[in-house]
């Protein structure tokens, strides 16, 4: 008797206690996936998407321009009326990696859905436990599209659907990859997104290639974002990463900052919100499989400095060159008259690839209106570029941008106008570029039976918070 009552108390206790730690245990993972997710939440930088401009974190409202018109990101808040609070994970799945929303429509592919669709199914289950457990909700509606009908319709998106975005199908390595490179392939392509803003889009507004299967297009360097330009990530000494080492990449990513750039525009909400988090072996996974990309032929030869305009600049004759002389009255003090700048305040504007490359866009841009370097964990000091609209005229800006375009080597095309400058300044319009995809506010509209050049508005340009956005 006595027996049986100890055996059944200690049975209770040892009920308990089993069930007491499995309840910890359960506990503990699904903390440890909730923290999963919001590491993976910061490779695919939803959060810079998803909030606008000193809005709510994932509370959606961000303005995305595209040709036929302005779209805004959604609430992916676990709000059960405005947010995806709702949705199941085969429904968050289908939207996140396929593009489709849960009433069934198809999403812009401003989301960048043909990247996530290799995402894997590890990746996205902690995605979703973040999302539900550990995001705040927050009660915001959603912004309509201020598309007009008929663009505003959206089956046509699902043929676009079917015929460019990649099937949802988890990231495999192709046989006898190394593992550290296959880890940085599944970053860069997949979750990381790079190709979104790094790649140059075809006529369907597709890019051109989602991986290095589709050649030199691959993170070829990409149209106008936001009036900023990402250039190619290839290795092209002169318009890519070529003279670049694995140090500074990496050094770029985490901090913002090397010796040779500093990010700015859309690259500065990447590295503020999304890559300094990233573990250094992730980080170094994806140096080593951007450096691993095949050669590139190089498109404007190889870079070789001239000293004879910092000899020009010292003597302070500038023979008639108005830009050089704006330069050495406002410029040179941070950027210095041999261009180098100063390492990891200033960048360097010679052979620097944002400089010259053939749009000119994101030079000009930064002079009209300055640009904030993003403060890091690893580099937390702000470091500003002045906007010079309300300094220089028009004429001075133009100058000054084709100036630094040729000088120290850089062998840009140097025809900015002043019309140009006055139009970014005033319209927020982007530069054109020469040639074939010489696109202008007017040609650079929706057709669908003419080709359209590849240029002004002719991508999806989610708007910046750098320099803008304290949250960041
Ligand atoms: C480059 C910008 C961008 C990034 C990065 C981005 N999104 Fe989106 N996302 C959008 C836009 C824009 C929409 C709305 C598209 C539409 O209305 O057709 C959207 C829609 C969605 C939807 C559908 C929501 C609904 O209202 O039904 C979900 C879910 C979603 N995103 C989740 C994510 C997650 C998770 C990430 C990060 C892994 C992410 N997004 C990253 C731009 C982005
Ligand atoms: C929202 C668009 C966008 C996305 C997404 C993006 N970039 Fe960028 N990137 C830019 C812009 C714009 C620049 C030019 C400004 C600058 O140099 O910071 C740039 C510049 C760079 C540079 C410096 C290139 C140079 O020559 O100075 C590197 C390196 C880079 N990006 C790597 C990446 C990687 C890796 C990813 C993916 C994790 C990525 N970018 C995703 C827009 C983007
Ligand atoms: C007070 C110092 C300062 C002055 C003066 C200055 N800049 Fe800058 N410049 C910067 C900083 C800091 C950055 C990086 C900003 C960022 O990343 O957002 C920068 C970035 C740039 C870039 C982009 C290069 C890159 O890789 O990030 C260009 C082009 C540029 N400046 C041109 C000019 C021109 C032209 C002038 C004169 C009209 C000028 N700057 C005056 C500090 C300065």
Redesign the pocket.
């Known amino acids: 008797m006595m027996i049986n009552r100890l055996k059944a108390a200690l049975g209770a206790v040892a009920v308990g206690l089993l069930a007491g730690t499995s309840l910890a245990h359960a506990q503990n993972a699904d903390e440890d996936l909730i923290k999963k997710g919001e590491y993976v939440a910061r490779l695919g930088d939803c959060v810079a998407c998803h909030t606008s401009l000193n809005g709510q974190k994932y509370a959606g409202g961000l303005s995305i321009k595209t040709p036929i018109g302005t779209i805004y990101s959604t609430n992916i808040t676990p709000d059960p009326t405005y947010g995806i609070g709702t949705y199941t994970f085969k429904e968050f799945d289908e939207a996140v990696r396929h593009g489709v929303r849960k009433d069934g429509a198809t999403l812009y592919p401003a989301m960048p859905y043909p990247s996530f669709a290799r995402m894997t199914q590890d990746d996205m289950k902690a995605l979703y436990a973040y999302f539900m457990h550990g995001v705040q909700p927050i009660a915001q509606k959603n912004h309509p599209t201020d598309i007009s009908w008929p663009m505003s319709m959206r089956w046509p998106l699902s043929i676009w659907r079917s015929v460019f975005a990649p099937a949802p199908k988890d990231f495999t390595p192709a046989p006898g990859t190394d593992a550290e490179i296959a880890r940085g392939e599944y970053l860069v392509t997949g979750p990381g997104h790079c190709g979104a803003c790094h790649t140059p889009r075809g006529f369907g507004m597709q890019e051109k290639a989602l991986d290095a299967s589709g050649g030199p297009d691959f993170l070829g360097g990409g149209g106008v974002i936001d009036n900023w330009i990402a250039p190619s990530l290839r290795n092209d000494p002169v318009l890519g990463l070529g003279r670049w080492s694995d140090e500074d990449l990496f050094l770029f990513l985490k901090s ?1 900052r090397t010796d040779h ?4 525009g859309g690259m ?1 909400d990447v590295v503020g919100w999304s890559t300094q988090y990233f573990t250094d072996a992730d980080l170094h996974a994806m140096v080593k499989y951007i450096k691993s990309l095949p050669p590139v032929p190089p498109a404007r030869g190889d870079y070789s400095y001239d000293a004879s305009t910092a000899q020009m600049l010292d003597s302070n004759n500038f023979s008639g060159n108005a830009g050089a002389k ?2 050495v009255e ?2 040179a ?3 210095r008259n041999d261009g180098g700048g100063v390492a990891r ?3 360097p ?1 010679a052979g ?1 690839p ?2 010259v490359s053939d749009n000119p866009t994101s ?1 000009a841009h ?2 009209v209106d300055g ?3 993003p403060p890091t964990n690893w580099a937390p000091s702000a ?4 906007d ?1 609209k309300n300094i ?1 005229s028009d004429q001075q800006i133009a100058d ?2 084709n100036f ?1 375009r040729s000088a120290w080597g850089n062998r840009a095309p140097a025809n900015t106008t002043a019309a140009d400058i006055q139009k970014l300044r005033l319209d927020h319009t982007p530069l054109p570029t020469p040639g074939w995809a010489n696109a202008t506010e007017e040609s650079a509209t929706w057709g669908l039976f003419m080709p359209q050049p590849y240029g002004a508005g002719w991508t999806f340009a989610p708007q910046t918070h ?2 803008v956005d304290e949250a960041q």
């Open positions: 913002g750039s500093a990010a700015f500065a704006t330069y406002q410029c003090i941070c950027h305040m200033f960048p504007l620097n944002v400089v030079v930064i002079v640009g904030v370097l470091v500003a570029m002045p010079y220089l000054v941008v630094i750098a320099g």
